[in-house]
């Protein structure tokens, strides 16, 4: 009961929270046909704004820590990002209608993390006086880049493996064989095949291209500059005051965004929707348990047990879905940017924040 109360408490102040009735209040103005429309160019910089300012409290927080504390829960980052791609392949990708690659993809962008989602799961621990380790929020590239990889290597894989498999029976049905030369024959093809028809997929492109881009490239720089850097100053009075305020907008368009994308879902297999609901509660789930692991073993904190949760919980709706389109081009991004920002996100920040500290919290009371 403890937990269950905890929870609705939470979610009711959720509610009532700037993070989430700024979300809401833009999916119900979408709704109803409002016109407005706020600049990319004011998205990209709040974006920048927002990310730059988890970087700088992750680096100024790596700095004055004990690193060896920072090594398990960073390891776990990286298993979860590699993992969720893989329960989307065997999960959803085996359900009517959908394809492989989409769902490859889908994996992959609800592996890698959201910065919206994570700035509001540390806004909310914030306001909740919940402690953290600041450094929380560098876990964000830890499992972002293994998750891209890891969907964009997978699907070539199987691309390269579906083409081998065509061509090979184009060969076969053109090429009459003798009843007895054929498995023979079969393996003499196939084998010389492996070579010029596959297609080797480049690790370090991938890599590359995920840290060029605007959200991990925010994030890292704000690292850098934490680590090495004495920004205090320009942090307490200029990027600390301005986060919550700058936070509540980009849920406003995030509801919008939201709102707009729930078309797109239309198109493509109902199965998306049962997945974007259930997913971020079930990676949530799988890094709060390796979470706790960490707390026992090296003390990491509940409140950084809930951010770990959080950011498996979350999905990528900034730097995820170009990366995606570059890297696994026939995928449908109706299929997996639908998935994401029109249910998976909604779901993640106003659902699993709470669910997750309403869990760290009873879990908190009953050690006490």
């Known amino acids: 009961m403890d937990f269950w109360s905890s929870f609705l408490a939470d979610f009711v102040k959720q509610l009532q929270s700037p993070t989430l009735s700024f979300l809401i209040g833009g999916m119900v103005i979408a709704a109803l046909g409002s016109q407005l429309v706020i600049p990319e160019a004011i998205c990209q910089i709040i974006v920048f704004m927002l990310l730059i300012k988890i970087g700088l409290t992750g680096g100024m927080a790596i700095r004055n820590s004990n690193l060896t504390e920072m090594v398990l829960p960073m390891a776990f980052a990286i298993v979860l990002g590699i993992l969720i791609v893989f329960i989307a392949r065997y999960t959803l990708a085996r359900l009517p209608r959908v394809k492989v690659v989409d769902a490859l993809a889908t994996g992959g962008l609800f592996g890698a993390v959201s910065g919206s989602t994570m700035a509001a799961a540390l806004a909310t621990l914030e306001e909740q006086k919940i402690p ?192 995606l389109r570059a890297g696994i081009p026939s995928a449908n991004p109706s299929a997996y940017i639908g998935a994401s920002t029109a249910i998976g996100t909604p779901v993640a920040i106003s659902l699993c924040i709470p669910f997750f500290l309403g869990l760290a919290q009873s879990l908190g009371a009953g050690a006490n």
């Open 132 to 323: 953290f380790e600041s450094w929380a929020g560098a876990l964000y590239p830890f499992m972002d880049i293994p998750a891209l990889v890891t969907a964009i290597v997978v699907a070539n894989i199987y691309l390269n493996q579906k083409k081998r498999q065509a061509t090979s029976e184009e060969y076969f049905s053109r090429e009459p064989v003798a009843a007895g030369d054929y498995p023979s024959t079969r393996r003499e093809y196939l084998s010389k095949q492996r070579g010029p028809v596959a297609h080797r997929v480049e690790i370090w492109p991938i890599i590359k291209e995920s840290l060029q881009g605007p959200a991990l490239s925010a994030m890292l720089l704000g690292i850098a500059l934490g680590l090495f850097a004495q920004p205090e100053s320009v942090y307490k009075n200029f990027y600390d005051p301005l986060f919550r305020g700058l936070l509540s907008i980009l849920m406003l368009v995030m509801g919008m965004e939201a709102w707009s994308r729930v078309g797109e879902l239309r198109k493509v297999a109902q199965w998306y929707v049962v997945y974007s609901v259930l997913a971020p509660f079930v990676h949530g789930s799988i890094a709060f348990a390796l979470g706790m692991v960490a707390h026992y073993l090296t003390g990491f904190s509940l409140g950084g047990v809930v951010v770990l949760a959080v950011i498996a919980a979350s999905s990528s709706d900034i730097s995820g879905p170009p990366t």
